[in-house]
């Protein structure tokens, strides 16, 4: 703010601020404004803002076509953004153990049950893709089993799909949600730095991934169809990346009959904004994987203790699952 604010003076500040943009170098000014991304209108910090570390919003700008996020520096970037977590930043969506042995609760508890959970799939040396990770717990535990893990989960400027009921915006939800799933990201972190993980996470879409990921062995996709606006597209995608075999684990639907095909839409019917768009009986899961070319079938079923709604307060009980591997040969 000039000290003199009279009239005379603005005029002649505004004329040498004139002359300095007019001609080649205001010309090439206005040019790199212009060419400068817009800002996102809103943005919301999903690491809290305190600390040592960079913050992380949610949106923000991926890395050029999402690519590059494998190499070392940028994992390593990854997770010095989040190095100063703390267990209160975190939400942990799996009952998670520590490496000093202490456990926090989380709504689903697979503690002794992730083989089943997996169908039994053979891990150790393979090369596995885990779609929409959570807090981690199956990404761990699939390390401890021999496999070379990268997750793949929503971020930078790809949110969650949630269910536009009633025909609403779901822009603003869409926002308070991505805070939510920022919190069980960052579980996957703590857990990552805790217990000395060598997983790897890129983010993006489902739908288009990275298109330097590579291959895989195996992709999982453990409760996470049942969450997505286009479910065949994502597997169809994994498909095109994975050469052994595709595992995929959901929750029973009862009223679903026995041997059915069916799948159905907004099982839920909740009057809420919700993240669930379908319930697939299990053969639905396999007619797909055989249309994109996995034929070897297994089917198994089992359950999972979960705390109904995440409402950890209320007991936890057993919910019916199952789980569809197709593989190639
Ligand atoms: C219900 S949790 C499943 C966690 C874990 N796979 C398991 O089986 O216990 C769903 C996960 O899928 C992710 N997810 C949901 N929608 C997604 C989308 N459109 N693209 C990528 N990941 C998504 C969520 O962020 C979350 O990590």
Not at 149 to 163: A, I, K, Q, W
Not at 293 to 299: A, N, P, V, Y
Request: hydrophobic residues 40%; charged residues 20%.
């Amino acid at each position: 703010v000039p000290d003199r604010l009279d009239a005379a003076h603005l005029t002649h500040q505004l004329r040498t601020t004139a002359a300095r943009l007019g001609g080649r170098s205001g010309r090439a000014l206005y040019q790199r404004i212009r060419s400068m991304p817009p800002l996102p209108a809103q943005v919301v910090h999903v690491v809290k803002s305190s600390g040592t570390a960079a913050r992380v919003p949610w949106p923000q700008y991926p890395p050029a076509n999402y690519l590059g996020q494998l190499a070392d520096e940028f994992q390593a970037k990854l997770a010095l953004e989040r190095a100063d977590l703390e267990r209160s930043d975190c939400d942990f969506y799996h009952t998670s153990t520590f490496s000093d042995g202490s456990v926090v609760e989380g709504a689903w508890d697979l503690r002794g049950r992730e083989d089943a959970y997996l169908g039994s799939i053979a891990l150790n040396a393979r090369r596995v893709l885990e779609l929409g990770p959570a807090s981690g717990h199956l990404t761990r535990y699939m390390e401890s089993q021999g496999a070379e893990m990268v997750c793949l989960d929503t971020g930078f400027d790809v949110s969650n799909d949630l269910l536009p009921y009633d025909g609403i915006d779901v822009s603003g939800p869409t926002m308070q949600y991505m805070v939510n799933i920022g919190q069980v990201q960052n579980a996957w972190w703590y857990l990552h730095r805790d217990l000395r993980s060598a997983a790897k996470v890129v983010y993006g879409s489902i739908y288009d991934p990275p298109r330097d990921i590579g291959t895989f062995d195996v992709a999982t996709f453990g409760s996470i169809l049942l969450h997505l606006r286009n479910p065949f597209n994502a597997l169809e995608q994994a498909a095109r990346r994975t050469t052994e075999a595709i595992v995929v684990t959901e929750v029973i639907d009862p009223a679903i009959a026995e041997g059915s095909d069916a799948i159905r839409f907004h099982p839920t019917r909740s009057k809420e904004v919700s993240q669930v768009w379908w319930s697939f009986s299990p053969r639905s899961i396999e007619v797909m994987l055989e249309t994109l070319g996995f034929h070897g079938i297994s089917t198994t079923f089992h359950s999972l203790l979960h705390h109904w709604g995440h409402d950890m307060s209320q007991p936890a009980q057993e919910v019916p699952m199952y789980t569809v591997i197709g593989r190639r040969r």
